[in-house]
């Protein structure tokens, strides 16, 4: 008999006298043997279950557990399981960056606060303790690298406080890390940590961000000072500890950024416009607007969210931006090859081998259309005209 394009001969006498005899629970086909009334079943090859790191960057993207069942043919606490497992077996986002990253030195760090609805009641995060039942709220604090947009460090908490702060600086200081300004919204808790690990950096407010933002757009509606932005972006890039791509840029191309930038003017003031339309594109706020939308979707998670706000991170940090790379190439400032499945196994990044010049282009322009964004403590025009206009490289 022929069963699924096979001839089905009887296991014990070797007839071909056979017919179906039913199914299992598990979708095999029960056959029985005409001459001989012997019974066998003959079990369906069933497609192999997919990677459930594959599974896991699906759920932090936004996918429900019961979104996955049909994909890996199982019960949802099943897969919430296999899922927690996975995120929980994954490195620790702040140890991998340590082990993948030599840079340690960040110009501007943002300091971002986000309460996302959680009722786990559990111990051990920060000031959280399991008797406190008061509310389903959580709150997670992030430090964000300003040129890169990469979370360098971050800590979770019942809620904004002195304790979560204290906690995620003082990790900082333990890691190596240093910065010339923090920038926050001016919280006291945020600047009494600031005052207290990082003494001799200086703490900012996001006023000084938005000015820079009116100094770009006054400059890009002038047409003989665009090309000042590309200057600006020299200078500014030449104040950065990391001088990576500029190094690569003097070894391998005998140039320097700005020229690279110049010979790239049109589609550089392009990104830089870009920036200037799509201003919540161009500031890392919307890292934590998109945690917090993230578990909103999913809200009310009542068991530990430590390892999915890791993998989460992870995830965002990893994942290419529209120009083509990921963050942890723009903060190392070369090209790396690496993704979220990648990090779960503890895969160290492959440095992207570039063969000509114009692969590189696209991270240079992105590069320096951040660079320029930065509000960094130089020269300020205070957007008037006739500042300008005794800088004669302006018109050349």
């Not at 896991?56 to 019960?75: C, K």
């Not at 070894?251 to 690279?260: P, Q, S, V």
């Not at 003031?269 to 339309?277: A, F, Y």
């Amino acid at each position: 008999m022929l069963v699924d394009e096979e001839i089905i001969a009887c296991v014990k006498c070797g007839s071909d006298e056979v017919i179906k005899h039913g199914t299992t629970n598990n979708g095999g086909t029960r056959m029985r043997c005409k001459s001989c009334q012997k019974t066998w079943t003959v079990n369906k090859l069933k497609p192999p279950k997919p990677d459930i790191n594959i599974l896991t960057e699906m759920y932090l993207l936004g996918a429900t557990v019961r979104d996955i069942v049909p994909l890996y043919n199982s019960s949802p606490h099943r897969i919430n399981q296999k899922i927690r497992k996975s995120l929980t077996n994954s490195p620790n986002w702040e140890d991998y960056l340590d082990s993948t990253s030599a840079n340690k030195n960040s110009d501007i760090v943002y300091l971002l606060g986000k309460s996302f609805a959680c009722n786990y009641h559990g111990e051990g995060i920060g000031d959280y303790h399991s008797s406190d039942t008061s509310n389903n709220s959580m709150y997670m604090a992030i430090a964000v690298d300003g040129l890169s947009s990469m979370i360098i460090g971050y800590e979770v908490g019942i809620s904004e406080s002195p304790q979560v702060w204290n906690n995620l600086f003082g990790r900082l200081v333990k890691r190596g890390y240093n910065s010339k300004s923090f920038m926050s919204n001016g919280n006291d808790n945020i600047l009494d940590a600031v005052q207290k690990y990082f003494p001799s950096s200086e703490a900012t407010v996001n006023v000084f961000r938005m000015h820079r933002e009116k100094e770009i757009e006054c400059c890009l509606s002038k047409l003989p000072l665009k090309h000042k932005l590309v200057n600006d972006a020299f200078r500014y890039y030449n104040t950065l500890n990391n001088q990576t791509l500029q190094n690569t840029l003097k070894n391998f191309y005998k140039m320097d950024m700005r020229e690279a930038l110049m010979g790239n003017f049109h589609n550089f003031i392009e990104s830089v416009n870009k920036k200037s339309i799509l201003k919540t594109l161009n500031r890392v706020d919307c890292l934590a607007e998109d945690f917090k939308a993230r578990f909103e979707k999913f809200h009310m998670i009542k068991d530990d969210p430590r390892p999915i706000i890791n993998g989460w991170i992870a995830l965002k940090m990893l994942e290419k931006l529209d120009f083509g790379y990921n963050r942890l190439s723009l903060y190392n400032q070369k090209l790396l090859d690496i993704n979220f499945i990648n990090f779960t196994k503890n895969k160290v990044p492959l440095q992207i081998e570039v063969n000509n010049f114009d692969e590189l282009k696209p991270f240079i322009i992105e590069i320096g259309s951040r660079v320029l964004n930065l509000p960094l403590n130089i020269e300020r025009c205070d957007l008037n005209l006739r500042n300008c206009e005794h800088l004669s490289y302006l018109y050349h």
